[in-house]
């Protein structure tokens, strides 16, 4: 759910209107673009990264800036849909350098949008403000309702990331009273009722998160919006875990992950990054011939200076002599000053390793609840990028003393109590008749896990049995009450 919403609500600021049909006949860059926007248009999400993929490395060869940065940015952003952070904001980067290179004040706006958006998704809530703030010293935009729409939008977003979810919720209902007044379209009015839903099971209210589920997921349903409707799904199966009613739960799980199958086909998607990377590798491989030939060219030159300065020295001995009692007292004066630099280095460091660690009991214990606290929210813990980094940030320390403290107080690390969390919930899962329905593959997505491989590694160092041998057992003891 995090990569739909929080992605998608922002293609139609990045769309520019060009619907032309697929053909097979042409293979320059615009008609390659051209194919890629009707693909998109009809929602073919794997297709338009093809195209998109192709069009970009035409581009490039044509030298074409203004396509290769729409290219770049649609790429970026169907990246950010199959979980590619690393290339969504790779390309994010090269669609924006461009941006700036013809001075084009739209595009940056969107693509300094998109950077708010990754940036949150990821928790990083300091570069998501950075670019928030560079946002807004833009110009005023030719579509001004849509930049100020989504000043709006990405402010939320910005809520969101921090836990001020009241705000959050408040800015969103802002944003959608401005898509109504200024007749913006149902999409618009849907992304902001979307986001508020989300908003609602984050804060536990999932009665209120049930009602604009079941909206959202009509109102997406009717405008055929695959990522609307996946989200919906989303939202509706945290709701009903969160009232306790399994049944409902289960059903909108099962459609999510039925659905999200069809949008994200993940093995199509990994084959078509094939042209990406072969064209990467070529462009790699000029970059290091081009930079082969300047070495060769700075090393002749070097020879030639060399060769210049030896026939000075031969020339003017007394300067030479004069310049090497130069050098000597200057290489004296470089040791003296390494030597005072390493002395304060080492004295900086003793002070850190006596100082770095040392925390008031009061403090120590304070801080252990809260981690305590994260450890038994599984909504938290169940994020499968979860870890220490984002422990320190959940409870507002640094890493230094996450560790400390949980070493101190648990006596294991940190992963090691991660997965025995993750575990416990799972096997209340396996030994629950209401989840008798559930999958194994289901139950470890739900705890956290990427894989089954994962999973059976953690569940075993825990519990030390398999999963399925656990589950044997409780059935066979459950079955033995029964008859008894």
Known sequence: MKRLINVNSFLIFFSFLLGMSCTNKVYDAENLTSIADSCYKADNSLQALQYYIKGFIAARKESNDYLAMRCAGYISILYNNFGNVDGSLQYNKLGYDLAIKLADDDAKSSFLSNYVTYYCNNKDSVNARKYYAELLRLPVHRDKQKYEYFCLYEYARIMKCVGNYSEAQNVHSQALEYARENKMGALYILFQNSEIGNLMVLQHKYDKAVIIGKSCLAEALRLNYKE???????????????????????????????????????????????????????????????????????????VVLVFLLFVIIFKNQALRKAQVIVVNKDQEILKLEQKNNNLSEAIDNQLSRNTSYAMPVDQKDELFMKIKSIFEDLYIISDVDFNINKMAECVGSNVKYVSVVINEKFGKGFKVILNEYRVKQACKMLSDDNYYRFTIKTIFESVGYRNAASFNRAFKSVMGMTPSTYQKIYRHEADAEIEE
């Open 228 to 302: 609307l409707i996946l989200n919906s799904y989303k939202m509706l199966a945290d709701a009903y875990v969160g009232l306790g009613e399994k049944d409902e739960a289960y059903e909108y799980l099962e459609k999510y992950h039925k659905q999200s199958t069809g949008v994200y086909n993940m093995t199509k998607y990994f084959s078509l990054q094939n042209d990406l990377y072969q064209y990467e590798n070529v462009e790699h491989e000029h970059r290091v011939s081009n930079l082969v030939i300047v070495i060769i060219l700075i090393t002749a030159m070097a």
